[in-house]
């Protein structure tokens, strides 16, 4: 959806330097991004793994 859309906002944890994170872990190429937005009191909710009892 980045790649077709005219305008690509990116809701980011922190921005860091160039060169600090592995390219093989980014999903948005920064050719599509045009702009990021610095997100305020992020919330990281943990997240239960869920399973039915075995019948």
Do not use: F, N, W
């Amino acid at each position: 959806m980045a790649g077709a859309a005219p305008v690509t906002i990116a809701e980011v944890e922190e921005i860091v330097p160039v060169g600090a994170l592995d390219p093989d872990a980014i999903h948005v190429p920064s050719i599509y991004v045009q702009r990021l937005v610095l997100g305020k009191d992020y919330v990281k909710p943990i997240e239960r793994r869920t399973t039915r009892p075995r019948s």
